[in-house]
């Protein structure tokens, strides 16, 4: 037997060896290779960690599951495969505690790489368990760090002071070889404005969140007064306070991984003597925002920040103060003219970055609306939006409210338009404009009133008129001004030929398209036409076909080319197949003279070599 002594855990190691088989004989070489198990391959032999102070690691110890084996505990509620899991351990210093374990990225002898570089090659995935008191202790949670991951946060808020915490690392997949890692125990220290008395001043905006406030809850200790409106104690609370600058002011708290927070705001001369004016706790893990009226400018008020369970959950949160818009309230809203021409011609921008809002339609969330007004100069309006600058709004909500704006919403559409019909000529209209999403979406918009054309949809589409020769004396005479966000009008038509040729005159003006459809029922493209003529074959006579014609337009550059046009639909010229060419008789003399024209002809020849597809008779 050979003995082996000095070795590194977690280390592969390699030798070779050879019998003596008398005198001078010996057997050929042969190597052997193996890895030595891990220092902390079992829980009894955990290696200690010492927690940080602070919120960075100052104490960070290499680990590594290479030459490690299965210790036979149960898996967790996170699965993965423990069957190379290390076991570390510490004292819990204060309530809340971060495990920060980032893997080295440098199995089977591979350089660590940039974070832009990784694969998930380079990392392999992980799985962090966490147990109580001893080896035997119960099971406390767990979490799993994906294979390519830079690094992972295990945050853990409900620890005894005192208490010896055990943790598992392993591979959560299948992992022959094993691989090394660097991990460490931070903390959460106790924030200055833990306490009334220590409250954060925050600066009050004008509109705009400019300057923001932050904190994290799971630095917090426990209070029991003053009592919340919203819940009962404990409060893992932190302390802000502003000076009051407007008779209107907004609080709103954003709140992180997905927390349930609770804002706050009292009133009074000192701490000692604070009254509750009012609290919020409307989202689950949305933000939490509170409109404050009839202030007193000068006066200063408090503002506590919580989470519902009352347990100091780990959750960073911005706050911000400021004064509404203008046109955050109904009171305020901003009156919108209405254009008797094309659209965005005359436009309203603006943004919703800094709006808050409650409601909306479903399934929408009015978290970020402004209101608007306008007065209706025709029985028909529509009510476009387009997302523009960066951020741009997402998924704009166009919300109605008729004529008066206390009132529950009428009608509403997430797609950044509305179509409002039977309006009331001199009557003033309130609507809003808000995000589809109730977490994110705010950005800037584009807002236009224009008075469309009765044909902006497939299910009102203007008649067409159809000639029923190739003579084009029935002319339809159109417009698409004042169309919506798509540029595009819609028309109808009864299929007088197997064969119709559909053409459209816009002068050059706007550079129109044309798509033929089976109906509005079937939106199957039949055929396209990016020029003036548009050829339609294999029609059943008889048929009403839906048409959209669409002006040029670039919707991220508000350029939309409307203007009137003319549509003429004719059938083929006779002799526009060889089976109905025209006989011309020869003469001495021309003295008999047919007169042909390819102007309306379409392609006979499809294929082969000789000019396919050119317009023939």
């Not at 891990?38 to 960690?49: F, G, I, M, R």
Request: charge should be negative.
């Amino acid at each position: 037997m050979i003995s082996l002594t000095g070795l590194n855990p977690s280390q592969p190691y390699s030798f070779i060896m050879r019998s003596s088989c008398g005198g001078d004989n010996y057997s050929p070489w042969i190597q052997f290779e193996f890895v030595t198990a891990s220092a902390n391959d079992e829980c009894p032999l955990a290696v200690e960690l010492f927690p940080s102070a602070m919120e960075y690691c100052d104490q960070s110890i290499e680990g590594s599951t290479i030459g490690a084996s299965a210790s036979g505990q149960a898996v967790g509620s996170c699965g993965g495969q423990p069957d190379d899991d290390v076991w570390f351990k510490f004292i819990a210093t204060a309530r809340s505690h971060n495990i920060k374990l980032t893997p080295s990225c440098s199995q089977n002898n591979r350089p660590a790489r940039q974070p832009t570089e990784f694969t998930s090659n380079d990392c392999e995935a992980y799985t962090m368990e966490l147990y109580s008191d001893s080896c035997d202790g119960a099971f406390l949670d767990c979490i799993n760090l994906p294979a390519g991951t830079f690094g992972t946060d295990f945050v853990k808020t409900d620890l005894s002071i005192g208490i010896t915490y055990f943790l598992r690392v392993f591979g959560t997949e299948v992992f022959e070889s094993g691989s090394n890692f660097n991990i460490c125990v931070t903390s959460f220290p106790q924030p200055v404005n833990d306490s009334c008395a220590g409250a954060e001043i925050i600066i009050s905006n004008e509109t705009f969140c400019n300057s923001l406030a932050y904190g994290n809850l799971a630095g917090a200790t426990p209070s029991f007064s003053p009592s919340s409106l919203c819940q009962g104690a404990p409060y893992y609370d932190l302390w802000y306070k502003f000076a009051v600058i407007d008779t209107i002011q907004i609080v709103e708290v954003s709140f992180g991984n997905e927390a349930d927070g609770v804002v706050e705001v009292f009133s009074g001369t000192s701490c000692g003597t604070l009254t509750s004016v009012t609290c919020s706790d409307i989202t689950t893990i949305g933000p939490e925002v509170l409109v404050l009226d009839s202030l007193t400018i000068g006066d200063s008020l408090w503002i506590r920040v919580f989470d519902a369970t009352g347990a100091g959950v780990n959750s960073n949160f911005e706050i911000c103060v400021r004064t509404p818009n203008a046109n955050e309230f109904c009171s305020g809203a901003e009156e919108v003219l209405t254009v008797s021409g094309p659209l965005m011609v005359d436009r309203l921008d603006a943004n919703t970055l800094s709006a808050f809002g409650s409601g909306g339609c479903t399934p929408f969330y009015a978290d970020d609306d402004l209101w608007y007004s306008f007065v209706a100069d025709h029985d028909t309006h529509l009510i476009a939006v387009a997302p523009r600058d960066y951020p741009a709004i997402v998924e704009p909500v166009v919300e109605f409210f008729g004529i008066d704006c206390d009132s529950s919403g009428l009608i509403c559409n997430g797609e950044g338009e509305l179509l409002l019909d039977s309006l009331v000529i001199g009557e003033e209209y309130y609507f809003r404009v808000y995000s589809a999403d109730s977490l994110d979406g705010k950005g800037g918009f584009a807002l236009s009133i224009v008075a469309p054309p009765n044909n902006i949809f497939c299910n009102n589409p203007d008649t067409l008129l159809v000639n029923d020769s190739s003579e084009c004396v029935l002319v339809n005479e159109c417009t698409n001004v004042g169309s919506g966000l798509d540029n595009s009008v819609w028309f109808t038509f009864v299929a007088q030929q197997s064969t119709q040729i559909i053409h459209l005159d816009d002068q050059g003006t706007f550079f129109g398209y044309m798509t033929l459809f089976y109906s509005c029922d079937s939106l199957f493209s039949l055929a396209y036409s990016s020029n003036e003529y548009l050829v339609a074959h294999d029609l059943v006579p008889g048929h009403n076909y839906s048409l959209r014609v669409t002006g040029g337009f670039s919707l991220s550059n508000l350029y939309f080319l409307q203007s009137s046009f003319s549509i003429c639909i004719i059938a083929p010229a006779p002799n526009d197949e060889c089976s109905g060419a025209i006989t011309i008789l020869p003469t001495g003399q021309c003295d008999s003279l047919i007169f042909g024209s390819t102007l309306y002809a379409t392609p006979s020849i499809l294929s082969e070599s000789c000019h396919p597809q050119f317009n023939d008779v």
